[in-house]
């Protein structure tokens, strides 16, 4: 059952293409970020209609969307086969005239790739990392499913030289189009104010946004962060984001004695705003794909300590933008941030390199239009 609707299609504009971003749930993640990004900026234009979908539950984002004027659907799955659930995704697709549908992730090309292929809709499937993809029983799932997209594509090359040569998806069909971010939106943003973290501006704030999941590092990150605190007591650490880990983290900060210099904020909708207040970000991640996280912090002109997982070494140069660190280990992570802890100068060198970087190539309009690019090819019939 449908649970919410906001701003309803609309016939007055000069027949726009319906497109359907189909997400997991209205949540503050890289995908549904992505997902929201086009949205908005192509209803800007007019030449598109787009609806997100979530297709198990809603989330924070719901409030972000509605006042971004972007409509969205709240589906809710039920159990590990909802069968129900991809028909009334196929009824809510015809209602709706649904053209294209653009699915995140493989559970919602299950669901909404499916619907929307029965639906008579032409569909388009994207990939944000590999991790999520290690069971062979994933791999096989996603190589018969891509039969039901007309095009993948993948948020980083390293993606795609997974799904073409792990999943044995055609390379005719496959397409890397890198993530990337509306720099404007995080050079803009204004820091809060330090007191309101019982800090002041004297200390240095390290920030670091990811879900509190496993393969995120967050343990990793407590553990040196204890390190940098022994030597600089005014280190100061922002956890934004919520997940399955938040309770054990939460203990494992009283364990370090760090009360009162990490702080967990949960989800939030102001991340330019935090940003903006940090020195220092960081991300500890296990896997990754090309994670919105980095680009928005190069974005908002900040150095980055990082994995070298993924994508991020393409993106980061290590030394000149940030410093990369290898995974799962603390020592280096710890020395990493001492260094920039310790050395404002290097901090404001290094984030404008970083803001440099974004903004000559993760340009957030360089990217829509590869996006506008596919969906016409597709629409049209096209092979490239």
């Known amino acids: 059952m449908i649970q919410r609707e906001v701003a309803g299609v609309t016939k007055e504009q000069a027949e726009p293409i319906k497109l359907a971003q189909a997400v997991y749930a209205l949540c503050m993640g890289g995908s549904e970020a992505l997902a929201r990004q086009i949205a908005v900026g192509l209803n800007r234009n ?13 989330g924070p984002m719901a409030e972000v969307l509605t006042r971004e004027g972007v409509p969205y659907r709240i589906f809710s799955r039920n159990g590990r086969m ?36 029965l639906a008579g809709a032409r569909v388009i499937h994207t990939e944000h990392e590999c991790y999520l993809l ?28 997974f799904l073409r040569n792990e999943i044995r998806i055609p390379a005719w069909k496959l397409k890397t189009i890198p993530n990337a971010v509306d720099v404007g939106r995080y050079q803009s943003a204004c820091p809060i104010e330090r007191s309101v973290f019982g800090w002041d501006d004297e200390d240095v704030v ?16 407590l553990d040196a962060f204890s390190q940098v605190h022994m030597r600089f007591p005014r280190a100061k650490l922002l956890m934004v984001g919520d997940g399955s880990e938040r309770a054990a983290l939460t203990a494992k900060v009283g364990t370090l004695n760090l009360n009162g210099s990490v702080q967990f904020l949960g989800v939030r909708t102001d991340i330019p705003a935090l940003l903006a207040t940090s020195d220092v ?3 500890a991640s296990l896997r990754e794909g090309l994670p919105m996280a980095v680009l928005e912090a190069m974005a908002a002109g900040k150095p980055v300590v990082a994995t070298k997982v ?24 710890a020395e990493a941030l001492s260094i920039l802890i310790g050395d404002q100068r290097s901090r404001q060198e290094m984030g404008a390199e970083a803001f440099r970087i974004v903004g000559e190539g993760y340009s957030f309009h360089r990217m829509l239009q590869r996006y506008e690019s596919l969906y016409q090819t597709v629409l049209s019939g096209g092979m490239n």
């Open 46 to 58: 007019g030449s598109y209609d787009c609806v997100v979908y979530a297709v198990d539950h809603g």
């Open 82 to 117: 909802d069968v129900r659930l991809i028909r009334r995704l196929v009824v809510q697709f015809r209602a709706d005239h649904v053209q294209l549908v653009h699915t995140h992730h493989l559970n919602q090309l299950m669901y909404a790739g499916v619907a929307g292929r």
């Open 134 to 161: 290690s069971r062979w029983r994933a791999r096989r799932l996603l190589r018969v499913l891509s039969g039901v997209a007309d095009r993948v594509t993948a948020v980083a090359e390293p993606v795609t030289e």
């Open 206 to 221: 390290i920030a670091c946004v990811a879900r509190l999941e496993p393969e995120k590092g967050h343990a990793v990150l």
């Open 281 to 283: 970000v960081t991300l």
């Open 310 to 333: 993924g994508a991020i070494p393409e993106v980061m140069r290590d030394g000149r933008s940030g410093i990369l660190v290898a995974a799962a280990s603390a020592a280096p992570l």
